[in-house]
């Protein structure tokens, strides 16, 4: 079982510094998932030995171009390579307009199935669900409207104890419900309970993307426990109010959303071309919520 983030970009708005606009992959048990795609993702993806054909699903949180000019680069690498299996798009209302624009999907023959999915503003739907993991979207606060997302792994199945079957005789048919709970019967009509059949499943892990955004404490109650977040930290608390301006957040802002929503691991990221040397931003971010890290282009880090 494997859940974690590889940070393939993570500085705003320009590449600098050896630093490329923002984009993750999320990898649940081998199941590739693209969060956002600033331009370069797929020599990034190329670069770090990443199968950019296994990427079901693309999560754009808004259309600035540091979020999104390296999608469609991408897209037209999966049409010339005859890419088959379906892709589906996730992202602002306006994501299909921009595609359009870039790639002409009227005209232009794409050989797979394309779901482009709008969210509507200030919404928090579902944006996809599947037998391991529910993903949600929910509002930033940023000039133009920008959505972050929880991927939530379902709850797992309880473990069979050693020896239960041959010890109750369970048929086969009856086991997956035990794992999910059931309590078994025997002939006699004797209930054996499900705690005697098993032990408590493995915890159920999360993660939370929150980028682009300005200081919001609802943001604190959408990713409330979750196993890890990444929140932008642009800048340093010295630039405060050019952060609440410019709908950024600092170092310090970021670490206090975390605190608040009582999670376990925090990354920051997309951070502004004025800073060289990023550790003054995480010890910022350190000095209120010890457990932060820089999320660096080439570094993974585990959810669970
Ligand atoms: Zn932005």
Redesign the pocket.
Known sequence: MSFEVFILGSNSALPAHGRHPSSQLLNHNDCLYLIDCGEGTQMRLTQYGLKRNKIDVIFIS?L?G??IFGLPGLITSYILSSRVQPLRIVGPVGLLRFLDVCINLEKTKVPFELDIIEIEPDERPVVLENDQLTVSAFPLD???T?SGFVFQEKDKERHLRPNVIEEYNIPYQKINGIKNGDDFVLDSGEVILNDVLTTPPDPAFSYAYCS?TAYDERIAEYVKGCSCIYHEATFLSDLEDQAAKRKHSTARQAALIAKKAQIDKLLIGHFSTRYINLEPLLEEAQSVFSNTYLALEGKSFSIS
Request: charged content about 35%; glycine content about 0%; hydrophobic content about 10%.
């Open positions: 808004h600035h540091d979020h940023h000039k133009i920008t682009d």
